[in-house]
T-cell receptor, first 110, second 118 residues
């Protein structure tokens, strides 16, 4: 399974944009880039996913580098409820399973 | 959106007893369900993949006789921790994928079960 590298933690102030980076230099052509987040004492929650093009949804935006070796999850206006651990995961077309890395713990300050 | 229901939310048991955790997909048929465990301040670790009507596939290092998985229907998978010991205390989480989904589809997760073995 291709691996991802994320910073252990990041901080943001409320209502400011947050850019969460993820490196995946060994990504294969069939790997989709998924982002999930986990609030304390809860199961993970889907955020967004993409293959090559940038993606937007109501929760966030996903910017994917042209060479696909890195991506950035963008929260346009952080709220206190966005404080969570964010996981960047590569999902191989050959399998349904998700292998979680260490993730980035995002703290949001009022 | 699709919902995965996991019960119980928490359980405390004595060492040596067995504990069953249920994972249900409420509004979709889940061909495949996954079971994870998570220790405090650590990431999720995949334990096994459960396919309806067949034996579960366990990840390396996970004891299949210790963690019994049954996926008898398209909406229910169970994980039984047999002869639980304090080191089995952990947060257990299930997830499910839509039947027939391609691999770029998202997974839905249960809310987790906190197991504490005394």
């Amino acid at each position: 399974d291709a691996k991802t590298t994320q910073p252990n933690s990041m901080e943001s102030n409320e209502e400011e944009p947050v850019h969460l980076p993820c490196n995946h230099s060994t990504i294969s052509g069939t790997d989709y880039i998924h982002w999930y987040r986990q609030l304390p004492s809860q199961g993970p929650e889907y955020v967004i996913h993409g293959l090559t093009s940038n993606v937007n949804n109501r929760m966030a935006s996903l910017a994917i580098a042209e060479d696909r070796k890195s991506s950035t999850l963008i929260l346009h206006r952080a709220t206190l409820r966005d404080a969570a651990v964010y996981y960047c995961i590569l999902r191989d077309v050959g399998t349904d399973k998700l292998i979680f890395g260490t993730g980035t713990r995002l703290q949001v300050f009022p | 959106g699709a919902v995965v229901s996991q019960h119980p939310s928490w359980v405390i048991c004595k060492s040596g007893t067995s504990v069953k955790i249920e994972c249900r997909s409420l509004d979709f048929q889940a061909t495949t369900m996954f079971w994870y465990r998570q220790f405090p301040k650590q990431s999720l670790m995949l334990m096994a993949t459960s396919n309806e009507g067949s034996k579960a596939t366990y990840e390396q290092g996970v004891e299949k006789d210790k963690f019994l998985i049954n996926h008898a229907s398209l909406t229910l998978s169970t994980l039984t921790v047999t002869s639980a010991h304090p080191e089995d205390s952990s947060f257990y989480i299930c997830s499910a994928s839509f039947r027939g989904s391609v691999t770029n589809e998202k997974l839905f997760f249960g809310s987790g079960t906190q197991l504490s073995v005394l």
